[in-house]
Structure formats: structure tokens, C-alpha cells
Antibody
Framework: QVQLVESGGGVVQPGGSLRLSCAAS????????MHWVRQAPGKGLEWVAF????????YYADSVKGRFTISRDNSKNTLYLQMNSLRAEDTAVYYC????????????WGQGTLVTVSS | AIQLTQSPSSLSASVGDRVTITCRAS??????LAWYQQKPGKAPKLLIY???SLESGVPSRFSGSGSGTDFTLTISSLQPEDFATYYC?????????FGGGTKVEIK
């Protein structure tokens, strides 16, 4: 069965960096585009970033553009999110999500990893 | 960016009630809309895609309709396990956007 397991969250000071990982299993990871979505405490969902199945196309939310970098290692079935210049407003649970076979919509999500930006 | 406006932001309903949630897009998005259900402390779950297609394994009491700018999620007979927050999401263009959510509470 499909599993997505995020890791790497924690507490970091403003201006700091963190790298999140999402380990995928149960499907052919190298065939699917992947996304990161976040949710601030008590708030709604916010899309963060997308990477194409081969890593050759990426999109970012304006709120993270220039600070966050999405990447993947298909040999390790792992998705990454490098987060630099972190701000208090980046505090959220970060989910990785897999696209449906059609290439649209998120059919599987990880359990999420909490990132807290605080001094 | 395409804005999605959900209404109401919250509602109270009883088991067995028919519940309707609406999602309005700031510009036409054809049928590239999904609905997700989220329970506290859990990841969202896909219910409806392409505005009206039921995801595999989702009970038939859930249905979606609409195209262009106006969309609806209907729960025909609310069950205890349906008390949750519901989000719409557009996949028409980047940046992808979600509606603000509708919290369905027990009356």
C-alpha cells in the first residue's frame, strides 16, 4: 500500500534552515509528480511546492519562492524540501502529497511533520 | 492567483441531515476542482475530483457538482463520521489554491 512518511521537522530560529524529507513506498515513485502542502496551527491548507516526476519542472507558492527548494531522489524514493530564511509565518505542519495517476489532485498524503519557527 | 471562496465557514447539522457546501472560484476553472475532508490531527482525504467524480472507497452519500466558477459538495445524509472540515482545491493553474474550509459540527 502507498505510504508517505515525512521527517525532519522541529524547532528552528527565525532566519534558520531546515530540510524536510518524505519517504515514499508502495508505488513507482519515479512516475509521479509530488507536492508539499502546509497547514499553520488552526488554519487552512496552503499549497507550497510541486516537482515533476523527473525533477525537471518545479513550481512554488509566492510566499516561499526564493527561500524554499523542492527536490527528489528517485533512486531513494524520497522527496525533499529545503527551507532557508525561515520566518515565524512558516510555522506549520508540512505534508507531502502524491498526485493521482491522472496527474491532478492529491490521492495520498503523509502524516505531516511540524515545523516551528521561534526564538 | 485563483481565489476559492467557501461558504459557509462553519455549520451545525444533525445526523441524517442533507448538507451542502459551496465553493466559488474567482475565475473559471472548468471542472478542475477537488474536495477533501480533514479530521483533527489527520491529513486531508480526497473525496471528489474533477468536480463530480467520486474517489474510490468514498461513500456514495458524498457528491459534487458544478463547473466554471460555482461548485457544490453535498452530503445526502450526514453520518457521525462526517463531522470534519471540508476544503475545495483548484488544479486549473499554479499556484494551486484551497478554499478556506467549512467546519461541519454536530448540532
Amino acid at each position: 500500500q502507498v505510504q508517505l512518511v515525512e521527517s525532519g521537522g522541529g524547532v528552528v530560529q527565525p532566519g534558520g534552515s531546515l530540510r524536510l524529507s518524505c519517504a515514499a513506498s508502495g508505488f513507482t515513485f519515479s512516475s509521479y509528480g509530488m507536492h508539499w502542502v502546509r497547514q499553520a496551527p488552526g488554519k487552512g491548507l496552503e499549497w507550497v511546492a510541486f516537482i515533476r516526476y523527473d525533477g525537471n519542472n518545479k513550481y512554488y507558492a509566492d510566499s516561499v519562492k526564493g527561500r524554499f527548494t523542492i527536490s527528489r531522489d528517485n533512486s531513494k524514493n524520497t522527496l525533499y524540501l529545503q527551507m532557508n530564511s525561515l520566518r515565524a509565518e512558516d510555522t506549520a505542519v508540512y505534508y507531502c502529497a502524491k498526485l493521482r495517476t491522472s496527474g491532478y489532485y492529491f490521492d495520498y498524503w503523509g502524516q505531516g511533520t511540524l515545523v516551528t519557527v521561534s526564538s | 492567483a485563483i481565489q476559492l471562496t467557501q461558504s459557509p465557514s462553519s455549520l451545525s447539522a444533525s445526523v441524517g441531515d442533507r448538507v451542502t457546501i459551496t465553493c466559488r472560484a474567482s475565475q473559471g476553472i472548468s471542472s478542475t476542482l477537488a474536495w477533501y475532508q480533514q479530521k483533527p490531527g489527520k491529513a486531508p482525504k480526497l473525496l471528489i475530483y474533477d468536480a463530480s467524480s467520486l474517489e474510490s472507497g468514498v461513500p456514495s452519500r458524498f457528491s459534487g457538482s458544478g463547473s466554471g466558477t460555482d461548485f457544490t459538495l453535498t452530503i445526502s445524509s450526514l453520518q457521525p463520521e462526517d463531522f470534519a472540515t471540508y476544503y475545495c482545491q483548484q488544479f486549473n493553474s499554479y499556484p494551486l489554491t484551497f478554499g478556506g474550509g467549512t467546519k461541519v459540527e454536530i448540532k
